[in-house]
């Protein structure tokens, strides 16, 4: 069975590495200070003799060297058995130390191999010396309690775009299944069951349009976006508002722009649906004779679209709910007002352009929602490209592809 190099083991034989080597040190210092100290024949005249305990004479120079022998030959005998039984107290000693303060690693670890979708309520606790294996727990705490919350929001969406989904079908369901078992049903009858059941497709058609676009827009977030290429706000602005003039005539909205050059690098077609979301939403929340103002600009390398209504009043305390998906600012799931994806799609794309978004409740009724993404100064173009190499003799010269 091969041991395993763990932390703890490491931590052992280095700190018994040390200890033996310092140990070591300090014999061998001891063994030569010994061997300098003992020199007190070295005072006396040549031919000395001492006399010994037993009444014998020796000769002082060779006492002196067999005293020097004996005596450092002692001492690094017992320096060395000293050595031995420090060190291996110092190894187990170190050990359990080791042992003791990776404790808290090992409920790390036995942590998350408890962890699952019915376990992310449980945290380390740790309780111990505010060190660095503190630190490691309180941060494993933290990203539990991020890894839950977005666990818990993504069960929630599920969720709703079931239930989003579901309703359509089952309208469409109830009209088709109600029509065909009357036998009296004439033509009028289905036409305006095939009206019903084309609005709940298309109302269902929308959705997985919205759910397509936000993972389109979430799965670039905080990454390289796929296409960069340069854009302008304001050119976005003018397409989405002529794409709901009609609305806003019918509304009898008083439209209000300013739009000046906001060139951004990005996904037009993810910029388009940012501002499109936005205008509707102005508008969709609006009222009869309401009001509606836009306006671009870029102020300190920052490209910003302002977009702005009056409507319906939103408390300040749910406003940032509203970037959430299936939220319509206190008209949820109704079926009345729209997916609810609008401004949490417009949140992703401002992600995935490294910008951001927020919004404030104006006081007598409505939104106005601030959008800043980095300037075009500031962002680097990616253009892709494609080659195809001529191929036989047919004098075709290659062709090539690339997006502007």
């Not at 058995?81 to 303060?101: M, N």
Request: aromatic share 4%; net charge negative.
């Amino acid at each position: 069975m091969r041991l395993r190099p763990t932390l703890r083991l490491r931590l052992t034989l280095l700190n018994g590495i040390l200890l033996v080597g310092a140990g070591a040190v300090l014999v061998l210092l001891a063994w030569l200070l010994v061997g300098d100290a003992l020199h007190p024949a070295d005072e006396l005249r040549e031919g000395t003799q001492v006399v010994m305990s037993d009444g014998t004479t020796r000769d002082a120079r060779a006492w002196q060297t067999e005293l020097v022998e004996s005596a450092s030959a002692e001492l690094l005998a017992k320096g060395l058995v000293a050595l031995f039984a420090i060190g291996l107290i110092g190894v187990a000693g170190a050990y359990a130390v080791a042992g003791r303060a990776l404790r808290p690693l090992h409920n790390v670890t036995a942590t998350a191999r408890r962890l699952g979708e019915e376990t992310l309520d449980q945290r380390i606790g740790y309780e111990g010396a505010d060190d660095e294996v503190a630190e490691l727990a309180r941060t494993f705490d933290a990203m539990l309690d991020r890894l839950g919350g977005a666990f818990e929001a993504q069960k929630r969406f599920v969720a709703n775009a079931s239930h989003e989904l579901r309703t359509p079908l089952a309208v469409m369901r109830t009209e088709i299944d109600v029509t065909l078992s009357d036998d009296e049903a004439d033509v009028a009858e289905y036409r305006r069951m095939a009206k019903v059941v084309r609005n709940a497709s298309e109302r269902a058609n929308g959705l997985v349009d919205a759910l397509l676009v936000l993972a389109r827009s979430e799965a670039q977030s905080g990454r390289r976006l796929v296409r960069k290429v340069p854009a302008d706000l304001a050119t976005s602005v003018c397409n989405a508002l002529s794409a709901v003039r009609a609305e806003a005539e019918r509304l009898k909205l008083e439209v209000t722009t300013d739009l000046k050059p906001a060139a951004v690098v990005g996904d037009p077609s993810l910029l388009d649906r940012l501002a499109g979301n936005l205008i509707e939403n102005a508008i969709r929340y609006n009222h009869l004779l309401g009001r509606l103002w836009l306006r671009t600009e870029t102020v300190d390398g920052q490209a910003r679209l302002i977009v702005g209504n009056t409507g319906y009043e939103v408390e300040p305390g749910d406003v940032p709910g509203l970037f959430e998906p299936f939220r319509r600012g206190g008209w949820e799931r109704t079926g009345s007002r729209g997916s609810g994806l609008g401004l949490s799609i417009v949140r992703a794309v401002c992600d995935a352009h490294g910008g951001t978004v927020s919004a404030v409740a104006n006081p007598g009724g409505g939104l106005e929602v601030t959008v800043s993404l980095p300037g075009a100064d500031s962002t680097p173009v990616v253009a892709a490209s494609a080659a195809v190499p001529r191929t036989g003799n047919l004098g075709i010269p290659p062709l090539s592809a690339g997006s502007a």
